[in-house]
């Protein structure tokens, strides 16, 4: 549970950026920081909800019950579409095909 907190905390992290990014000037060194950085951590992002998906697939079936199951795996689910959804609006297109590397 602490590693879903910590990506959920990041992308609140990242959603914050993005609103901060519509207060920068639209060209510059500072906006393209900025947009890196939302970037790599929206990349991050990506690496620990990828690790949380295979922690929860080796959960031993006896340790939670299904309705516990099921509920992680909504919400690592929505976390996930958030995720995407954040890495399409900096057309990260690499980001939401990385389930078929």
């Known amino acids: 549970m602490k590693e879903y907190n910590e990506a959920s905390k990041l ?3 990242i959603s914050s950026m993005i609103v ?3 207060s920068l000037p639209q060209s510059g060194p500072e906006i393209m920081r900025h947009t890196s950085a939302i970037r790599r951590k929206i ?3 990506g690496t620990r909800l ?3 998906e295979a922690l929860l697939s080796k959960i031993p079936p006896k340790s939670i019950t299904d309705k516990e199951l099921h509920k992680r795996q ?3 689910s929505n976390l996930k ?3 995407k959804q954040m890495a399409a609006s900096f057309n990260m297109s690499n980001f939401a095909n990385r389930a078929y590397l």
């Open 74 to 76: 909504d919400t690592l």
């Open 50 to 52: 990828d690790s949380l």
């Open 43 to 45: 990349t991050i992002l």
């Open 11 to 13: 992308a609140d992290d």
């Open 81 to 83: 579409s958030k995720a």
């Open 20 to 22: 901060d990014r519509g």
